[in-house]
């Protein structure tokens, strides 16, 4: 449960996308959060507040003179105790209203009013012709410089037809978005590379040699980056993961291509986190055809070595412009002994141990962080919750290097 004891105040104005604020509410109040929600006259035109309230288990306020606040001051009181104002979906009208500070429903008003220090997310939802309209994106720009933070919107299929920017992010997006308003932006302005997952490297067109590793540590250290602001590229073998939001992701098979895409991507990275379980040997002549089965023969498969691509990244760390590099080490025993070994073997400052059979598939996992100090334990946890320790670990170890400076 990532929002947990979290207040939220989910407004929403007038928008055939107020359908996906219903799965919205559901997802913040399953992760814990308490959602007071509030819609404008609008908004009761695409779905009921009886739906939102079914959904929030809390009455719905819609109105500016509503009598069961004892002040009479919904506007005041709905903000006071909140930890995040989402509007979603949020109109061109709307972020019309919230540009120039309007007053004049419930909504409008209480976000005027807002404590300072709430944060106020907005997730636009209209037409293609409507974002990209002057107006539209005169007052968007206005909402950023105010510090409003505009999540989305998406390109796509809309409700009228027509097709383009405009469309809500999906509830799945628009939740990852607001749990990471919560995280300290301790990457912000940064970087970062990271490769994940298994590689496939072919014997013949049907079949391959690969490994156990689900992806779903990169993927979460790539989430967590994210998180804290940074701009990410996720390098991925094959998995059955979902791409998190707003990460750059670039799909290979091998080794090889696995390099070819680190070696394009990197310049200009402040960090590269090899979290990928990269295949270091691959089939040497690969058949172009399905290798048949023969009389009583098996095939001979012979194996050339991989680039090392940590390796070869860290090897450049003599240049300027290089990045920090972080390595993973999964090991099936003496962890402590091999994991300080291989960190001085890869000439990278941070290596992260895991105990493979441990790690490959599951949710939790204990780490432990060798670095030129020694080794730190970071006890078992599930995967986000040790990404996110990972990468305030190596904020502040970035703060010393070169780079950085
Ligand atoms: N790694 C890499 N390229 C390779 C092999 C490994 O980038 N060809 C990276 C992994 O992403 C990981 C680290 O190196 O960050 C350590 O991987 P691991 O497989 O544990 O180590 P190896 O160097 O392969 O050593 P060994 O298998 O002998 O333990």
Not at 77 to 104: E, N, Q, W, Y
Not at 356 to 380: A, K, S, Y
């Given at each position: 449960m990532?929002l947990?004891?979290k207040k939220i105040v989910l407004g929403l104005s007038g928008g055939v996308a107020c359908y996906k604020a219903a799965e919205l509410c559901r997802g913040l109040t399953k992760e814990g959060a308490s959602v007071q929600v509030v819609m404008t006259d609008a908004a009761t035109h695409f779905i009921t507040p009886v739906t939102m309230q079914a959904l929030s288990g809390k009455s719905v306020f819609t109105d500016?003179?509503d009598?069961r606040?004892?002040?009479?001051?919904a506007?005041?009181?709905v903000?006071?105790?909140?930890?995040?104002?989402v509007?979603a979906p949020?109109?061109?009208?709307?972020?019309?209203?919230?540009?120039?500070?309007?007053?004049?429903?419930l909504l409008?008003?209480?976000?005027?009013?807002?404590?300072?220090?709430?944060?106020?997310?907005?997730?636009?939802?209209?037409?293609?012709?409507?974002?990209?309209?002057?107006?539209?994106?005169?007052?968007?720009?206005?909402?950023?410089?105010?510090?409003?933070?505009?999540?989305?919107?998406?390109?796509?299929?809309?409700?009228?037809?027509?097709?383009?920017?405009?469309?809500?992010?999906?509830p799945a997006?628009m939740l990852?978005?607001i749990?990471?308003?919560?995280?300290?932006?301790?990457?912000?302005?940064?970087?970062?590379?990271?490769?994940?997952?298994?590689?496939?490297?072919?014997?013949?067109?049907?079949?391959?040699?690969?490994?156990?590793?689900?992806?779903?540590?990169?993927?979460?250290?790539?989430?967590?980056?994210?998180?804290?602001?940074?701009?990410?590229?996720?390098?991925?073998?094959?998995?059955?993961?979902?791409?998190?939001?707003?990460?750059?992701?670039?799909?290979?098979?091998?080794?090889?291509?696995?390099?070819?895409?680190?070696?394009?991507?990197?310049?200009?990275?402040?960090?590269?986190?090899?979290?990928?379980?990269?295949?270091?040997?691959?089939?040497?002549?690969?058949?172009?055809?399905?290798?048949?089965?023969?009389?009583?023969?098996?095939?001979?498969?012979?194996?050339?070595?991989?680039?090392?691509?940590?390796?070869?990244?860290?090897?450049?760390?003599?240049?300027?412009?290089?990045?920090?590099?972080?390595?993973?080490?999964?090991?099936?025993?003496?962890?402590?002994?091999?994991?300080?070994?291989?960190?001085?073997?890869?000439?990278?400052?941070?290596?992260?141990?895991?105990?493979?059979?441990?790690?490959?598939?599951?949710?939790?996992?204990?780490?432990?962080?060798?670095?030129?100090?020694?080794?730190?334990?970071?006890?078992?946890?599930?995967?986000?919750?040790?990404?996110?320790?990972?990468?305030?670990?190596?904020?502040?170890?970035?703060?010393?290097?070169?780079?950085?400076?």
């Amino acid at each position: 449960m990532e929002l947990t004891g979290k207040k939220i105040v989910l407004g929403l104005s007038g928008g055939v996308a107020c359908y996906k604020a219903a799965e919205l509410c559901r997802g913040l109040t399953k992760e814990g959060a308490s959602v007071q929600v509030v819609m404008t006259d609008a908004a009761t035109h695409f779905i009921t507040p009886v739906t939102m309230q079914a959904l929030s288990g809390k009455s719905v306020f819609t109105d500016q003179w509503d009598p069961r606040v004892p002040n009479n001051m919904a506007h005041i009181d709905v903000t006071r105790d909140a930890d995040a104002i989402v509007i979603a979906p949020c109109s061109a009208d709307f972020i019309r209203k919230l540009a120039h500070g309007a007053c004049d429903d419930l909504l409008s008003t209480l976000c005027v009013a807002r404590p300072r220090h709430v944060p106020l997310l907005a997730a636009p939802a209209m037409n293609v012709e409507m974002w990209t309209n002057p107006a539209t994106q005169r007052n968007v720009q206005q909402l950023r410089e105010d510090g409003i933070h505009i999540l989305g919107p998406a390109a796509g299929a809309q409700a009228c037809g027509e097709v383009g920017m405009g469309r809500m992010l999906e509830p799945a997006d628009m939740l990852e978005e607001i749990v990471a308003a919560f995280q300290p932006k301790v990457m912000a302005g940064k970087r970062i590379l990271i490769t994940a997952g298994p590689t496939f490297e072919p014997i013949d067109p049907v079949r391959g040699i690969t490994n156990l590793s689900s992806g779903k540590m990169g993927y979460a250290v790539a989430r967590a980056a994210r998180e804290a602001g940074a701009e990410v590229t996720l390098i991925s073998g094959p998995t059955a993961l979902a791409t998190p939001h707003g990460v750059h992701r670039v799909d290979v098979q091998t080794a090889q291509q696995m390099m070819d895409a680190v070696n394009q991507a990197i310049t200009g990275q402040h960090v590269f986190i090899a979290v990928a379980a990269v295949a270091d040997w691959r089939v040497a002549n690969p058949s172009t055809q399905k290798v048949k089965k023969t009389e009583g023969g098996t095939p001979h498969i012979a194996f050339e070595q991989n680039p090392d691509i940590l390796a070869t990244i860290a090897a450049r760390t003599t240049l300027a412009g290089h990045p920090y590099c972080v390595g993973f080490a999964a090991e099936s025993e003496n962890l402590l002994e091999y994991g300080a070994a291989k960190r001085e073997r890869k000439g990278i400052p941070l290596l992260v141990g895991n105990i493979g059979h441990h790690t490959f598939g599951q949710d939790d996992n204990t780490i432990v962080l060798f670095d030129e100090q020694g080794h730190t334990i970071l006890p078992r946890a599930d995967k986000l919750t040790l990404a996110r320790q990972l990468i305030s670990e190596i904020s502040k170890r970035i703060n010393k290097h070169s780079l950085f400076q």
